[in-house]
């Protein structure tokens, strides 16, 4: 791959990431206000990340862990980073081609996957349990995932669509 499109490959996955990420954020938002649904505190994200460089992965409760210094930009710029990286992950295994001219399956295909990091990655460092098995609903809080995770997949459709219009093939 030459610089060009390697430079392509990379703007093209950044601006898909971020509008896939605010599409999940926007879908959070209309559940919160319509329904009174409450999604991920991205602080409770940065407190778990401000706590890893003391080697504590896991926490009995994330809420009763210290607060960390910054903990609400670093969640929220570690979940924006998050979305781009799943995006380019979508990128690497479809290409550029799929870039330049999106299709929905691989898109809700790398969204619903993406569910993997917080079931066995996150919810139990943060003290949820594996998949949310020790919250007080963990049928509901894996939908919200499943919802929240294939909104990011039709994300990354609607973005790639909107980018590949914007930013034409060479």
């Known amino acids: 791959m ?3 499109m390697q430079m ?3 703007a093209r996955a950044a601006l898909i990431g971020i509008g896939a990420t605010l599409t999940m954020d926007l879908w959070a938002i209309f559940l919160k206000r319509a329904f009174g649904v409450l999604s991920l505190d991205y602080g409770m ?10 080697g504590r992965l896991v926490h009995e409760s994330i809420a009763r862990a210290a607060p960390v210094r910054g903990e609400r930009i670093l969640g929220w710029s570690a979940h924006y980073l998050i979305g781009v990286t799943f995006a380019a992950l979508l990128l ?8 330049r001219a999106p299709s929905l399956a691989p898109a809700l295909f790398v969204g619903i996957v993406t569910i993997v990091a917080p079931f066995f990655v996150l919810q139990p460092g943060m003290g949820a349990g594996m998949a949310a098995s020790k919250t007080p609903k963990p049928n509901v809080a894996r ?3 499943l919802g929240a995770h294939s909104v990011y ?3 990354l459709y609607g973005a790639a669509l909107l980018v590949a219009a914007l930013l034409p093939a060479r």
């Open 2 to 4: 030459n610089l060009a």
């Open 45 to 54: 994200l940065g407190r778990w990340l401000g706590h890893l460089p003391s």
């Open 143 to 145: 939908l919200k995932s």
């Open 8 to 10: 392509e490959w990379v």
């Open 153 to 155: 997949g039709f994300g």
């Open 92 to 99: 690497s295994i479809w290409g550029l081609e799929w870039a």
